[in-house]
Every structure is written in C-alpha cells, then in structure tokens.
C-alpha cells in the first residue's frame, strides 16, 4: 500500500522550506533512512529522509518550490501502484509520477497547477482545509506578525499551510496583492497599460476616461530607452529571512554607533610569529580576526551591560558569552555562534571559528550551530572597509565592526609624529538598552587589550 512522505518539522521557527533538489526520481527504489531530497531552511541545509521502503512513485513538489512544513512531498509504493485515490491532505495535485506510475496518471485525470502556477486564490488541489472563516488556532505567529506590520486582517486570508493554515507567505502575497491594488486603483482603474513592460502611460488613462492625452511641449525631453531586465530573483530563503530582521533591526532598536582604533602592531606581530610557529603549537592558523574575537570575549567580562539581550520590559545580562560572527556565504549572511566561548584558549576558539564557518559555506550549518548569541562581532576588514555602521542582531544590545589596519599618526613622548597601524573598530548598542558613555568605555578597553595583546594572553 503506498505511502505518504511528509516534509518533517525543521525547528520551532521554520514554517516552510525551499526544496533544492530531489536524491531520488520517479521510479527509483528507495529504503526507509534513504534520502529523499535536501531542502533549504531559513538557516541551513539539511537533508530529508524516506519514511517508507518502496518505489518512488509521486513527487509533490519542484525544485525551488517552497513547501510548507508538515505536508506531504512524496509517495513510496509498490511499482505501477494506483494512487489516484491518495488523500495528499491539501498537497499539489500535480504530483511527479513519471513513467513508473503510469497506471496512475491514467486514472488521476488533469492534474493540477503546480505552486508557482497557481492562481493566488488557491488551486483545487490547495483547497483541501482552506475554506471557510480562519480562527486564531489556524494563524501561524509569524504571519500573525506580518499582518500586523502590514495591517492586514490575517483570517481573512486564504491560508495554504497544513490543514489551511495561514502561515507567513499567504499574509506576503496578500500584502503584494492589496498594494498592486492599491497602484490600479491610482492609475485610474487601468490595470495593464502599453507602455514598456504593461506600464500604464498617460495615453491609457485618457483612452479609459474618454479625455484627450496631454501633447508633449518644445521643452519636454523624450524618455530614456528602457533598461533591459537581467534577471529577477524570487526574495525567498535566507534573503527574506535577512531583509525581515535587518528591517526589523532598524525600526524596533535605537541604534546608535561609536568609532575607535586599536593599535595592531602587538596583534600583527603576534600573527607573523604563530605563522612561523609550524604545526607543533597549534598556533599557525590563528589569524587576527580570531584575536580581536579572543579580545573582545575577555573584555566582555568586564562589561556585562554590553552581554546582553533587551526584551522590552526586561535586560537580560550573561554569565558567560555566546559570541556569533558574520560569515558571507554562497546562500547570504550567516551568523554562527561560538558557546561558551569564555572558557576557550585562543587556539580553541580559532578552532572552532573554522569549523562552524567551514560548515556554515558549505551549507552543512544546523540549528544549534546557528543558535541566538549573546554579542556578534562582523568582521570587513579583509575587503578594504575601514569603518562602518554594523546593524545589531536583535535581542543583542552590541554589535562589533572591524575595518582593515591603517596608518594612523600618533604623537610621539618627544613632540614628534609617527605612523602606527591601527585597527578600525565601530561598536553600534541598542541606546535603549545601553548608553552611550559605557559603550566608549567598552570601545576604551578593547581597544587597549587588543594594543596589549600578549599581556591579555596571560590573564
């Protein structure tokens, strides 16, 4: 008898994943623990197991497809197995069955539109559990919070999740559809015009209330040719995940961002002398963002007010520190967090920096590798940026910026002047959470642990 394969919960916040591409196709054979295909969540890559033994007989969704989690994607039956009767519980209707399947296909009738092809009411094969008035239990907390921003009323929104759960990508495209609405509305009702890619011009207004079209006058200046399209890119996965909380950053904190420099000639020449060290200290590939990362984990210590999460009614400070860091990566920014890194040696932390990073490019990074930190450090300085404005990472009240290394001129004991390399640190704190007078001072004091580096090592 065949089976169903459903998209297994992928962490408590992740409502819907992106399916990369499918391990299996129609007709192979497949064991139970086998993979089915690997899907991308908000954070990382991971892989999606069979449930069943059997063949392949049914894919329900695309590559690139965003599946909702808990929905059925597959069935895994015996070969030729009819499966025209499968209740999929709300999944599209125009399952891959390929030629292993046959026999389904012609019992199955016109399949339906696949997601990316269906109308935004919801296709006949979505509408299984969708119908009807939306309670508060059918609402998902991120869409609940997505109609509020966009003053939405999310149960009157046509939900597409498990069982017709309105979950945060209905509540996106309700919000597209009301705002191109809202453009129609403006232009006078005209929907699709003539000009350039169905933009309405001024000509279509005229002909759809009857005026005559304004003439062009001795001083006006014909339009620029248009611009052709490269290509277009779907906001979905990490980068919406990213544009959501850099957004959010920014209207929900009150940011505010200091500027310093750090002498870096004890922390260069610190670097030269563990290149030259050979593999026998385990010191050769500690590089000078693992030090000033080492830095500012013990000057943390001494500044609990900037280890900490604002919870609106509440500061929440650390014992310890659960420092994150920007990692660019082909799929977008990551921040993985190093735990209890107040308890590691440097050559520890440089190690386990490597790691989580190694795993975070290589899109292997899980949920406890990208677990909230209690500070974030983001490190330019390898692209030039001497300083700049790093967005905090809410509930965190502190975010390090560290430029490239640059001459500075330093007045010297006998009057002269002297080119030192600095170090450019930008520090931005929630103001809500932590004034500015103890951010300079954090500023201050990591600036000097980082100057006197090898005396920090002994501490």
Not at 81 to 109: K, M, P, W
Not at 225 to 254: F, K, N, Q, W, Y
Not at 267 to 286: D, I, P, Q, W
Not at 412 to 417: C, E, L, P, Q
Request: aromatic share 2%; hydrophobic share 45%; net charge negative.
């Amino acid at each position: 008898m065949a089976e169903i394969v459903v998209l297994p919960q992928q962490g408590n916040s992740v409502e819907e994943v992106v399916l990369l591409d499918w391990k299996v196709a129609v007709g192979d054979s497949i064991a139970e623990g086998d993979v089915l295909c690997e899907v991308e969540t908000d954070k990382a890559t991971m892989e999606v197991e069979s449930t069943a033994s059997g063949t392949l007989l049914a894919q329900l969704a695309d590559a690139g497809d965003e599946v909702p989690v808990k929905t059925a994607i597959a069935v895994v039956g015996e070969a030729g197995e009819d499966i025209s009767g499968l209740d999929l519980g709300g999944a599209d209707g125009g399952a891959r069955t390929g030629s292993a399947a046959a026999t389904s296909d012609a019992t199955a009738g016109p399949a339906a539109p696949s997601p990316a092809e269906a109308p935004s009411t919801a296709a006949p094969a979505q509408a299984v559990g969708t119908t009807g008035p939306t309670g508060d239990h059918a609402v998902s907390p991120r869409a609940r919070l997505r109609a509020a921003e966009r003053g939405i009323d999310p149960t009157a929104v046509t939900g597409t999740g498990p069982g017709g759960r309105v979950i945060e990508r209905d509540v996106l495209a309700a919000a597209a559809n009301t705002t191109a609405s809202a453009r129609t509305a403006a232009a006078g009702g005209v929907d699709t015009g003539t000009g350039v890619g169905g933009r309405v011009t001024s000509a279509d207004l005229a002909a759809s209330t009857g005026r005559p079209a304004p003439t062009s006058g001795p001083g006006d200046v014909a339009p620029a040719a248009a611009t052709e399209v490269r290509e277009e890119i779907p906001v979905s996965g990490v980068r919406r995940v990213i544009a959501d909380r850099m957004a959010a950053s920014l209207r929900e904190t009150a940011q505010l961002t200091l500027h310093a420099s750090a002498d870096a000639r004890a922390v260069r020449g610190l670097r030269a002398r563990f290149k030259a060290s050979g593999e026998g200290f385990g010191l050769a590939g500690v590089n000078l963002n693992d030090m000033v990362m080492y830095a500012v984990v013990k000057t943390l210590a001494d500044f609990p007010e900037l280890n900490a999460h604002f919870l609106g009614d509440t500061i929440r400070r650390f014992r310890g520190v659960d420092i994150g860091f920007a990692v660019d990566t082909p799929r977008g920014l990551l921040v993985p967090t190093v735990r209890a890194a107040h308890g590691l040696s440097l050559a520890a932390l440089s190690g386990r920096i490597k790691e989580l990073a190694g795993r975070a490019v290589d899109g292997k990074a899980g949920q406890e590798d990208l677990a909230p930190a209690t500070f974030t450090v983001t490190n330019l300085g390898a692209f030039g940026i001497e300083r700049f404005t790093p967005v905090l990472n809410p509930p965190q009240v502190a975010i390090l910026g560290v430029g490239g290394i640059e001459l500075k001129a330093v007045e010297t004991a006998d009057g002269g002047v002297e080119h030192v390399p600095h170090m450019g640190l930008s520090l931005t704190i929630d103001h809500q959470a932590v004034d500015g007078a103890p951010g300079a001072r954090f500023l201050q004091a990591l600036s000097a642990n980082i100057a006197s580096f090898d005396l920090l090592l002994a501490r």
